[in-house]
């Protein structure tokens, strides 16, 4: 029997008040649950949030340097734990396991950088225009921040919420995937663990037209922290304008390689085999479309294909696996269901393009590593996030279309090129359309002391990662203080 887990409110594990749960089951073999979880709705919401806000100005009120601590220590108990959160991962979200030892790895890196922020937070000073004043700008917290995190990476993309957050002075309210629960309860274990006081950090497990959007909604939440799809960040977007709060997005991608004719081959192939496949191709910078010079594309397309069709498809658990499941029966439909949009859409399919049953993948939900060739930009498989091992190679004449074709999707997150022309290398880096541009290298890989994030439909001008994440979480006010002794008008006494 799994064992049964609860929510964090105000320092204590509850269960949902209506007591009703969910199952969190491991992708590559759907048998096996690794826990239950509580089923939160409104009310278990508006609790957490309400503990968030009681505690908001003892922890704002304490120095910053002593909450970079708890963060401190948080960071050394993940090092501790490393093997058995990336083992648990991979069984409960798939990925190989050398992934999800990375995955890991970014939430400690994360904690430890922004952990560091806890000394800065630098603020400015600057001269005032009038004698016997002094101005500056500083940093101060949100209040009550919502984080609402995807499973793709269950453990790094909450710490990049969770620790700058809690750093910069807030309270926070964690509402994780519904596909990820187990990660997020060990990871809300740690902080506590690590001493953060109860009611700082919340957990509320749940699905996200309920817990979700009820957080979304509640009054008492001052920010919303979201990543996840385009289309849930449009609802919470409308939600949040409609009473002024402040929300940051991180959505989907359709991330393109370059590849030029004067490319180093065999390291375009393995780059865009990693970007289109690791992770399942669920990553939000996937290579999920590769526009290739047609000088090269046939001698490209075989050696990709063949390397493609070599993968090991199998439970991430094993050392031998290459690509492990996607992450539950409809996104393994949603994937498959592109499959018939590219063979109506008149694209050919040259590996994969279906289920896989075979041996012990009839056990979980996995789909065949796909390549989809004569794609075109207009076409719905190389504009939509098919979110999946699927691929669209894109025939280009010359670096000009390459570059049109590369900025014609509306989402705007990772782009790639490889190409042995320096020159090239820099145009396409002021061209390309995204928030991230890696010249001979995959869309994959970000460094958590880099801003993340993207443009158009993909963000709303925020970025994670970097010192950037600080203005996400902090708002900056400005302070005067005169010390003249006498009234003084700025701008009017010269
Ligand atoms: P999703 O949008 O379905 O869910 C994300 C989170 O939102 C989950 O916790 C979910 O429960 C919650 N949610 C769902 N409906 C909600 C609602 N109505 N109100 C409030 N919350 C709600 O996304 P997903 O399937 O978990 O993740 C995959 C998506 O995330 C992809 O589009 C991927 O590109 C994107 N992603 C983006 C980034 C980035 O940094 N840009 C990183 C990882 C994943």
Redesign the pocket.
């Known amino acids: 029997m799994a064992q049964t887990y609860h929510n964090f409110v105000a320092g204590k594990w509850v269960p949902a008040r209506s007591g009703k749960t969910f199952e969190s089951i491991n992708p590559a073999r759907k048998k096996e649950v690794l826990g239950i979880f509580p089923c939160s709705e409104a009310a278990d919401v508006a609790q957490a949030v309400q503990a968030a806000r009681r505690e908001f100005r003892r922890w704002r009120l304490t120095p910053a340097p002593r909450r970079a601590e708890i963060m401190f220590r948080a960071a050394e108990i993940m090092v501790s734990r490393k093997e058995e959160l990336a083992q648990i991962m991979t069984r409960e979200m798939g990925k190989v396991l050398k992934e999800s030892r990375g995955d890991v790895q970014e939430g400690i890196d994360m904690t430890y950088f922004i952990a560091g922020e806890g000394r800065r937070l630098y603020g400015e000073t600057t001269p005032s225009e009038l004698p016997d004043k002094f101005a500056m700008s500083i940093r101060v917290p949100v209040g009550v921040v919502a984080a609402?995190?995807?499973?793709?990476?269950p453990l790094a993309?909450p710490t990049?919420k969770i620790v700058p957050a809690l750093v910069s002075g807030n309270t926070v309210v964690f509402?994780?995937?519904?596909?990820t629960p187990l990660v997020a309860t060990m990871l809300v274990q740690i902080f506590e663990e690590a001493g953060l006081p109860g009611g700082v950090l919340n957990l509320v497990h749940?699905?996200?037209?309920e817990?979700?959007?009820a957080?979304?909604a509640h009054p008492g939440v001052d920010l919303v922290s979201?990543?996840?799809?385009?289309?849930?960040?449009q609802?919470?977007a409308v939600?949040c304008a409609q009473d002024f709060r402040r929300v940051s997005?991180?959505?989907?991608?359709k991330n393109a390689i370059l590849i030029m004719e004067d490319a180093d081959l065999d390291l375009a192939v393995e780059g865009a085999v990693w970007g289109a496949c690791g992770t399942t191709g669920?990553?939000?910078?996937?290579a999920s479309r590769l526009i290739v010079h047609k000088q090269v594309a046939r001698e490209f397309t075989e050696r990709f294909v063949s390397a493609v069709s070599r993968l090991r498809l199998g439970d991430g658990m094993k050392a031998e696996t290459d690509v492990g499941p996607v992450?539950n029966e409809a996104?393994l439909k949603r994937v498959d269901s592109y499959t018939q949009i590219a063979r109506q859409e008149g694209a050919s399919i040259l590996c994969g393009g279906e289920v896989a049953v075979e041996g012990e993948c009839a056990e979980g939900f996995f789909y065949k590593p796909t390549v989809f060739a004569q794609v075109t930009p207009l076409m719905r498989i190389a504009r939509e996030?098919i979110?999946g091992p699927c691929p669209a190679l894109l025939p280009v004449g010359s670096f000009e279309e390459a570059l049109e074709v590369a900025n014609s999707t509306s989402y705007g997150?990772s782009s790639a090129i490889y190409t042995r022309d320096v020159n090239r290398a820099f145009v396409a880096i002021q061209e390309l359309a995204a928030g991230i541009t890696y010249v001979n290298a995959s869309t994959i890989g970000a460094e958590v002391h880099l801003p993340?994030?993207?443009i158009c439909h993909?963000?709303n001008g925020h970025r994670?990662g970097g010192k950037t994440v600080l203005d996400i979480f902090t708002e900056w006010k400005a302070v005067y203080v005169d010390y003249s002794g006498k009234l003084q008008k700025a701008q009017i006494d010269r």
């Open positions: 609402i995190t995807p499973w793709n990476f993309i990049w509402k994780p995937a519904e596909d749940g699905f996200g037209e817990a979700g959007a957080l979304v979201f990543t996840g799809s385009c289309e849930v960040g609802q919470v939600r997005l991180e959505m989907g991608g669920q990553r939000c910078t996937a992450i996104q996030e979110f997150l993340f994030g993207g993909t963000g994670e």
